[in-house]
């Protein structure tokens, strides 16, 4: 407490004032926690101030709170971009971040319990953001882009928590998840002069090469390719749900499972079930295969049944078998335009309630899996067709924002394919037929058919026996889960 009370002095994040007339200070608390190694043993200690935010009044306290993160798929794009031409990847911690964020409003607070002065009737008016103050991350987020834009950093138009530097023939990338940042570029000399400017401005953690960014573990193989994995995230989890001796099963759910919103008691702990369900979707981060299952178990958030809950601890129980299991990453040649592949699918009127159908992709760039969903749809769709067609147009729109992305990154990449099992599908999107079954699909069916048109992608047919989105949009049989797990790099970490 005493070093975080330091901190904020240094730093001058208030002034000791009398309170003025008609103003309310917000209050606040110490926040403790014991912060971890990924092998579970103790990092270190941390007390934190936070203000409570949640007394403050909008349009008085604050206005603005957006603030970007890094999107996952960017992170998996430029990982697999530093492996692929053999740059470093280097991981920095912002010290106290969020109070280098100046504040705009005047915003008057209690004093810290512990540490307070000999005139209790004094308040703190803030100067800086602290922690739990609504507009904390904006106002941080603010200050890191103007210092990086004067370093001479470019912010990504698709993802702006992406920052680019080209600098003689040289390129920078600089990857920023709230404190977390992730800077990797192809030359090494320029990445540790930029570490030392930005460590100028702010007090920086330098954590060395990249080996566990939130929550996530990355492992450098021997053969060049990253295996990014959550065994430890996973196994909290399971300690969370006492599942830790619970007994492995092959698949997270069974072929024949149909969830309904009706059929079963309701479950006793509503809040257990949605932190759970919670905490499995962060899970879906390096873990592909078990994304439907968990959208699926997302669907009875409001009122869950008992049944539902067996279905989680299935997830669990399956995750306790495969702990140890992760996304891998592979190289690409970097000689090559790299190629974008998408395996896109859907089931029709799945759902036994509202009859709406799954849909489901998976994108490869290069050979890596970087982008996937399993999603249920807004509408429902009358034939089969027009749900692999609603899929389709889904997976369309992300190719779209993947090649923006990989042009302002000025990687060449080849035209990208998008694999449907669905003739039906794949002719409407070539031909223009118009008739009375796709009347009502009109934007979907123009809005593929103009890229298709413009020769910005491809649609082919695969057999169905082939398509590894299956996954995301059905439960499967055991061999087939198991063949398609493969066909997604989601492998078992192998020993060194």
């Known amino acids: 407490m005493q070093s975080e009370f330091d901190a ?18 917000i209050g ?18 941390k007390a934190r101030l936070v203000a409570k935010g949640f007394h403050q009044l909008q349009g008085f306290d604050f206005t603005e709170t957006f603030s970007p993160v890094v999107k996952p798929l960017t992170i998996r794009l430029i990982l697999t971009l530093a492996i692929s031409y053999k740059w470093s990847l280097q991981q ?9 964020g100046v504040l705009e409003e005047e915003v008057y607070m209690e004093q810290p319990q ?3 002065n000999s005139n209790p009737s004094m308040v703190c008016k803030l100067n800086k953001a602290l922690y739990g103050l609504k507009q904390a ?4 987020f603010d200050k890191l882009t103007t210092t990086l834009v004067r370093f001479g950093f470019q912010t990504s138009k698709c993802d702006p928590s992406l920052f680019i530097l080209n600098k003689d023939n040289h390129i920078v990338y600089l990857l920023v998840y709230v404190d977390d940042i992730i800077i990797t570029g192809s030359s090494s000399q320029l990445v540790t002069s930029l570490v030392h400017k930005l460590n100028s401005v702010f007090s920086l953690k330098q954590l060395g090469l990249l080996d566990y960014f939130l929550g996530i573990e990355v492992k450098h193989l021997p053969n060049s390719t990253l295996l990014l994995t959550q065994s430890k995230y996973i196994r909290d989890l399971l300690t969370k749900t006492n599942m ?4 492995p099963i092959s698949t997270p759910m069974m072929s024949t499972c149909k969830l309904s919103k009706v059929g079963s008691d309701k479950f006793h702990d509503p809040s257990l079930y949605r932190s759970v369900v919670g905490s499995l979707q962060y899970a879906t ?7 439907y299952a968990v959208n699926k178990v997302c669907q009875f958030m409001s009122n869950p049944l008992d049944s539902h809950w067996t279905a989680v601890k299935r997830i669990l129980r399956y995750l306790k078998g495969t702990l140890h299991m992760g996304l891998i990453l592979y190289p690409f040649d970097v000689h090559k335009p790299v190629s974008l592949k998408v395996f896109c699918d859907a089931d029709w009127a799945s759902d036994p309630d509202d009859r709406r159908s799954t849909s489901g992709a ?7 899996l970087v982008s996937w969903w399993s999603r249920k749809q807004q509408v429902v769709a009358r034939s089969s067709t027009e749900a692999e067609y609603r899929s389709l147009a889904q997976a369309t729109a992300d190719v779209q924002w993947i090649q923006t992305l990989l042009k302002e990154l000025t990687i060449p990449f080849s035209q990208p394919i998008i694999y449907c099992d669905n003739q039906s599908a794949v002719l409407l999107a070539h031909n223009p037929i118009l008739h009375t079954r796709t009347k009502h699909m009109e934007i979907d069916l123009f809005f593929v058919r103009e890229k298709v048109a413009a020769k910005q992608l491809t649609i082919v047919h695969i057999p169905g026996t082939e398509q590894c989105a299956d996954i995301l949009t059905k439960p499967v049989s055991t061999t087939k889960f198991l063949l398609m797990r493969d066909k997604l790099n989601v492998q078992p970490c192998q020993p060194h």
């Open 362 to 368: 998976a994108i490869f760039f290069g050979t890596s």
């Open 114 to 116: 512990g540490f307070e």
């Open 285 to 291: 981060i390096t873990r592909p295969e078990i994304a």
């Open 8 to 25: 904020l002095q240094q730093n001058n994040t208030w002034s000791l004032v009398p309170l003025p007339a008609n103003i309310k200070a």
């Open 137 to 140: 991350p904006r106002q941080w």
């Open 244 to 247: 830790l001796e619970s007994n």
């Open 92 to 100: 920095l911690d912002v010290n106290n971040a969020f109070l280098n």
């Open 28 to 45: 606040c608390k110490w926040i403790f926690r014991i912060k971890e190694n990924p092998d579970g043993s103790i990092n270190k200690y």
